[in-house]
């Protein structure tokens, strides 16, 4: 049995569960907190430079004025555009301002889509488990702006957030059983079509929906997928002929299969067989048991009624079966991150599996932050290479196995105010 602290160091102990006891010094707490990632994200040597921010600006810059989306290339690269043409569309008012105002706007959106994120995510567990709502919310978000995937879309001027945001407000419609917003979830499913539209990887989560028998959503998704792609091809009728025909099945424009950065499990194969390319029958079986225990889990879920678990279920499984992950693109596994943490708060204080569920909160959590599989970015051969250079491929697997799936709290909707009859 765990004896309890010594005297003298249960202030100590006390501290570190409640923080700091005044109003000034959580205010102090937060501000050096978000000044020492402030400075670390400014400075950390692993800066992408807004590379992706540039691929998208020099892409729409060169269609409004060739009317060509997919023959533009980084200048001195052979990396282009590589998303639908609706992704185009939605970044053409992109050409209305200039290069400092672009990543300007981006890391703003980024920052708001990390903030509804966090909110939407962990924002009842926060509150169930917080004295002080608005300081844990404020140190879990400096928390989340140092992992790895995180960092990596701001920095690149990447979309991951915002379609994560997308996705997650059609998850928050769906799951809500509150007054004020149930009147709305006639319009869940538009985020998931939305964000299909624009990256295809996002259609997933139609199938979450009619594995969970949500057919409006998942008919509301496709047709807003169908209908932003139809407007595409008006829009751009020639780039959408040219996506759909050659671009998408380029993998040059994309970069290495066996590039380190890609933690898929295409990733994981392209790295074993390389130089050569990886089995196209090896991926299709390794995606068809990836998906079916997909199903199986978000299945469970579902009869747990626990949406938030079978979205991170899904948003995994994403990750996993998609051709090409890199590294930003497990912004996915934060929805899981914040299943893992709040299954550890819930279960019985002091009990094994509280232990246990919050250190491997913790442990995963360090570990995305770590930037580890860089260290086998040249030579990823070998056990070593293996087992380290697929590292968040097997963090992605072990949460699609093993993420606790607890039935939904009595109150689901913790975070938001209850309306009390006249």
């Excluded at 050096?32 to 670390?40: D, E, P, R």
């Excluded at 600006?57 to 009317?67: A, E, L, P």
């Excluded at 023959?71 to 001195?76: E, I, K, R, S, T």
């Excluded at 290479?385 to 093993?402: E, K, Q």
Aim: glycine share 8%; net charge positive; with cysteine.
């Amino acid at each position: 049995m765990t004896q309890p602290p010594p005297t003298t160091l249960r202030p100590l102990a006390q501290l570190a569960r409640r923080g700091p006891t005044t109003t000034r010094g959580r205010v102090l707490t937060v501000a050096g907190l978000a000044t020492v990632v402030g400075v670390f994200l400014a400075t950390v040597p692993l800066h992408r430079d807004w590379f992706d921010l540039g691929v998208y600006y020099g892409t729409v810059d060169h269609w409004s004025r060739t009317g060509r989306i997919y023959d533009y290339l980084v200048p001195g690269t052979h990396y282009g555009f590589t998303y639908p043409p609706f992704a185009a569309v939605a970044m053409l008012p992109m050409t209305l301002v200039d290069w400092p105002s672009a990543v300007a706007i981006s890391v703003l959106l980024n920052a708001g889509a990390a903030a509804a994120i966090l909110h939407w995510s962990a924002g009842a567990t926060l509150r169930r488990h917080s004295r002080h709502w608005w300081f844990a919310f404020a140190v879990a978000g400096c928390l989340l702006a140092l992992l790895e995937p995180v960092r990596d879309t701001i920095s690149f001027g990447q979309v991951n957030l915002l379609l994560l945001v997308l996705v997650l407000a059609d998850a928050r419609l769906l799951s809500t059983s509150h007054a004020r917003f149930t009147r709305y979830t006639r319009y869940a499913g538009i985020g998931i079509g939305l964000a299909a539209a624009i990256k295809l990887t996002p259609a997933i989560f139609i199938g979450y929906l009619l594995l969970t028998r949500r057919t409006r959503a998942a008919v509301t998704a496709t047709v807003t997928a169908v209908a932003a792609t139809l407007f595409a091809l008006w829009a751009a009728p020639d780039a959408s002929r040219i996506y759909w025909t050659e671009a998408m099945w380029n993998t040059d424009r994309i970069g290495s299969l066996a590039y380190v950065s890609n933690q898929s499990w295409q990733g994981v194969l392209a790295r074993i067989t390389e130089p050569a390319d990886p089995s196209r029958a090896v991926w299709a079986i390794g995606v068809i048991v990836l998906l079916c225990v997909w199903a199986w889990r978000a299945r469970g879920a579902a009869a747990a009624g626990n949406d938030a678990a079978g979205f991170a279920l899904t948003g995994i499984t994403a990750c996993l079966i998609s051709p090409v992950t890199w590294v930003h693109h497990l912004v996915w596994l934060v929805p899981a991150l914040a299943v893992l943490l709040d299954a550890g708060l819930r279960s019985a204080a002091g009990s094994p599996a509280r232990r246990r569920l919050l250190r491997w909160s913790v442990t995963l959590y360090v570990v995305l932050c770590s930037s580890v599989v860089w260290l086998w970015s040249k030579d990823s051969s070998g056990i070593d290479g293996f087992v380290g250079g697929n590292t968040y491929v097997w963090i992605s697997l072990g949460l699609l196995l093993t993420l606790p799936v607890l039935p939904s709290p009595a109150s689901a909707a913790d975070d938001v105010p209850p309306v009390h009859s006249p």
